[in-house]
C-alpha cells in the first residue's frame, strides 16, 4: 500500500528539520489556535491537549493524510515559560534557568484514517551558570525570542545546556523515536527513511 502523505500541523523550523533529518517527506501546513490555559489545567495535560488540537484541525481537511501535531511547554517551580514579550523578559527567564535544571515537557499527536494516537516526554535540562553579560549576549543573537524558556538547544543556546536527561529531539521540540512509536501504533512502519503501510 502507498506511504501515506504526511502533513507536519506546525511552522516550527526545529520540526520541520527534524522530520527531513530522518527522510519523512511532509508538507508543512500551521494552524492558529488558542494557547490560553483553561483552568485548573496542569502543563502536561495543557501541552498534550494543543498537540491534539493542531493535529484534529489538519486532519480535518485532510483525512486521508498522516497528520503530526506537537506543542512543546517549558517548566520551572511549576511556572510555565512561554516565548519572551521582550528583551527584558528574555532576560528574566534565562536568569531564572542559569545555573540549574528545569523540565521541558513536549507533547505528540499523530492521527489516522481518524485515529489518533498520542503521548508526552518529559525531559530535564540543566543550564551552566551565566552572567549578565553572558545572558545579554545570547539574547543579543535574537534567537531567544521566538522560543519558549527564552532558548533554543539546537542554536547558539547550544552551548548553555550542560546535561540533558531524557530525549534531545524532544527538548528541539519533536520526540522522534515516540513519533515512530505512533506511527507504528496506527500501522505506519518507518523503515529509516521511508514509510511502508501494514498489510
Known amino acids: 500500500m502507498t506511504a501515506p502523505h504526511v502533513i507536519l500541523a506546525s511552522q516550527s523550523p526545529r520540526r520541520r528539520e527534524l522530520l527531513t533529518l530522518v527522510g519523512i517527506a511532509h508538507e508543512v501546513r ?21 498537540a491534539c488540537e493542531k ?3 489538519v486532519a480535518r481537511d485532510a483525512p ?7 506543542d512543546t511547554i517549558v517548566v520551572v517551580d511549576g ?29 505528540i499527536a499523530v492521527q489516522w484514517r481518524g485515529v489518533e494516537r498520542s503521548a508526552v516526554e ?8 551565566l552572567t549578565p553579560d553572558e545572558i545579554d549576549a545570547y539574547i543579543a543573537t535574537r534567537e531567544p525570542m521566538d522560543k519558549a524558556g527564552a532558548y ?23 520526540p522522534l523515536q515516540r513519533l515512530v512509536r505512533l506511527m507504528a501504533d496506527l500501522g505506519v512502519r518507518y523503515r529509516f527513511g521511508s514509510l511502508t503501510v501494514d498489510a
Not at 85 to 97: G, I, T, V
Not at 156 to 174: K, N, P, Q
Open 30 to 50: 500551521p494552524v492558529d489556535i488558542d494557547e490560553a490555559y483553561l483552568a485548573g489545567e496542569q502543563p502536561r495535560a495543557h501541552a498534550k491537549r494543543l
Open 55 to 57: 493535529a484534529d484541525v
Open 64 to 70: 486521508d493524510s498522516l497528520v503530526i501535531g506537537s
Open 79 to 107: 511556572d510555565v515559560l512561554g516565548k519572551p514579550r521582550d528583551e527584558a523578559e528574555a532576560a528574566a527567564m534565562l536568569s531564572r534557568l542559569a545555573g540549574r535544571s528545569h523540565t521541558v515537557i513536549t507533547a
Open 122 to 129: 518529559e525531559v530535564d535540562v540543566t543550564f551552566h551558570p
Open 152 to 174: 533554543g538547544i539546537q542554536g547558539y543556546g547550544a552551548t548553555i545546556v550542560a546535561r540533558v536527561d531524557g530525549d534531545y529531539f524532544a527538548v528541539m521540540g519533536l
